[in-house]
Nanobody
Framework: QVQLVESGGGLVQVGGSLRLSCAAS????????MAWFRQAPGKEREFVAG????????DYPDSVKGRFTISRDNAKKMVYLQMNSLKLEDTAVYYC?????????WGQGTQVTVSS
């Protein structure tokens, strides 16, 4: 069974930065495109960053483009999300998972709170 463990969240002021990490216990990790998602209170989970299996291709929605950077280390089975110039609207619980549906069982996520 795949286990996803996200970490690195916290409280940060507007304009600040955070780096999130995700450890994936999946034998074939390097075969999958991965992604970060987030869910704010009262809202649906949304996609915020994706990366190809090799790491050579990334994509982002306009809401985070230029501010967030996704990366991965296949040898360590890790995915990262560098978040810069954080805004109030980035406050959410952040999750990693494979890009395509159906996703694996979701981890507990990591809370990111941006304050003014």
């Amino acid at each position: 069974q795949v286990q996803l463990v996200e970490s690195g969240g916290g409280l940060v002021q507007v304009g600040g930065s955070l780096r999130l990490s995700c450890a994936a216990s999946v034998r074939t990790f390097g075969s999958w495109s991965m992604a970060w998602f987030r869910q704010a209170p009262g809202k649906e989970r949304e996609f915020v960053a994706g990366i190809s299996a090799s790491g050579g291709s990334t994509d982002y929605p306009d809401s985070v483009k230029g501010r967030f950077t996704i990366s991965r280390d296949n040898a360590k089975k890790m995915v990262y999300l560098q978040m810069n110039s954080l805004k109030l609207e980035d406050t959410a619980v952040y999750y990693c998972n494979k890009r395509a549906e159906p996703q694996w069982t979701w981890g507990q996520g990591t809370q990111v709170t941006v304050s003014s």
